[in-house]
Nanobody, 122 residues
Framework: VQLQASGGGLVQPGGSLRLSCAASGSIFSIKDMGWYRQAPGNQRELVAAITSGGSTNYADSVKGRFTISRDNVKNTVYLQMNSLKPEDTAVYYC?????????????????WGAGTLVTVSS
């Protein structure tokens, strides 16, 4: 099982980016999925999370600007980022609680993507 994130890059303040993260491999089910970020010198922090049923949770700093969504058929989670600010600059990591097939759904394991860099600068 692995997570592959994409969509990072350089954007001007006020611009938008869309991150994607696809889970692949021998997956029985996926529960919560989310995005975290880590800026230089800072701890990794939760940006947004979404349950398998579609309930969402956002960091106060991104509420109203970022939207998390998922496609349960494609095992993919998205993060639409609008009105980006320089302080959003960070490496963004996707995270998922996944039950691999070999567990038969009896337990979940925590998986992380490799991270994608988002730079907001003029």
């Amino acid at each position: 099982v692995q997570l592959q994130a994409s969509g990072g890059g350089l954007v001007q303040p006020g611009g938008s980016l869309r991150l994607s993260c696809a889970a692949s491999g021998s997956i029985f089910s996926i529960k919560d999925m989310g995005w975290y970020r880590q800026a230089p010198g800072n701890q990794r922090e939760l940006v947004a999370a979404i349950t398998s049923g579609g309930s969402t949770n956002y960091a106060d700093s991104v509420k109203g600007r970022f939207t998390i969504s998922r496609d349960n058929v494609k095992n993919t989670v998205y993060l639409q980022m609008n009105s980006l600010k320089p302080e959003d600059t960070a490496v963004y990591y996707c995270n998922a609680d996944i039950s691999p097939i070999w567990t038969g759904g009896s337990r979940t394991m925590d998986y992380w993507g490799a991270g994608t860099l988002v730079t907001v600068s003029s």
